[in-house]
């Protein structure tokens, strides 16, 4: 088959970071001819994409370091270019990965088009199903691959006639490329997100005097957001330059091969994000609030759920650090559940059903 991935987007998110991902593991492949368009933005922030002679890779735009408006037009022109010049081009399916994307469906000759809907915020949901563009596409009978099933029901609701046409993934995946052969665990307590609400950062900053007090664990913060600079204070009053890190990366592997627990803790959702499947691949034993699909990826012979209170994390991770609980045990329980459940593999049998 002929298949076009449409990647158009100047975030980094855990969403863009799945696609990227399939879009490496795609190009190194020779069973289908891809055609991956990514934009140079993204490829700048999460390196570039190795990819064997008989594949294509298209890039679009500037790699902007600061997005802005005026900057996404810029490139949107670009990718207009870059679309115009693949007209000529016929494919057996054409993937729209992202919302933006489907801006450009006019400009792409397929046999079958196909959408992803990612985004698993219930507002954000009845919001986009509303839009025009959303509904046109369903009128031109697109193929809607959903994060998961919830969503999948959402749509199926307000588009009962197309509900033929609407399927959810098996699974989400991350690339497993850890070595933990040579990984030295440390007792680090990780979180991995936006230093925002929603992720639920402000429950363990809350508790951070109390962890520090009653374990012998250090905190590793890694992210960006509003709450750095309350982090920083607590850092500074508590005089624990030693036992709180707080920076930023893109690629947390190194660090979460060091670490023990790792901490999940958003308001809404919990699936799928990229970073827990990470930190099971890495062997961390993981405490996460029970919202949404969480079940789904943390069980609870390697996992604590929690539910949205700083006290009940106080108590996880007193539970884990201060018992005889083996970590090293439910660390490798978590690395097979995700190993066997959450591959790369299933993913793409699942589009390629899709595609055909």
Known sequence: MNILLLLVTQG????EKRFYNYSKY???????????????????SLGEIPFCKNNRLVCYGIKWKKKSKIKRYIDYFLLMLVLIRLMNNKYDSAHFI??????????????KKVHSFVNSLSQAQDRI??????????SEDFIIDCLDERIQSVISEKYPMQSQNIVSSPCSFIIDDMDMTKAKKENI???????????GIQLLIEIIPQILERTNYAIHIFGRGSYSKSIEELIIKNSASGRIKLDYTIEPKDELKKSKIFLSLQKEENYPSQSLLEAMFCENVIIATDVGLTRKVVREDFGILIGDS???LLDAIK???LSDISLKDMGMKARLFAGKNHTVEMFHQYLLSIYS
């Open 98 to 111: 992202t919302l933006s994307s489907l801006f450009f469906r006019k400009l792409i000759r397929s046999d």
């Open 129 to 138: 199903c509303s839009y025009s563009l959303f509904k046109e596409i369903m």
């Open 26 to 44: 795609v190009l190194n492949r020779t069973d289908n001819n891809y055609t991956v368009v990514i934009s140079n933005s993204l490829l700048s």
């Open 319 to 321: 539970k884990l650090t």
């Open 310 to 312: 700083s006290s009940e």
């Open 12 to 15: 980094v998110g855990g969403i």
């Open 189 to 199: 307590i990780s979180f991995v997100g936006r230093l925002e609400e929603f992720k």
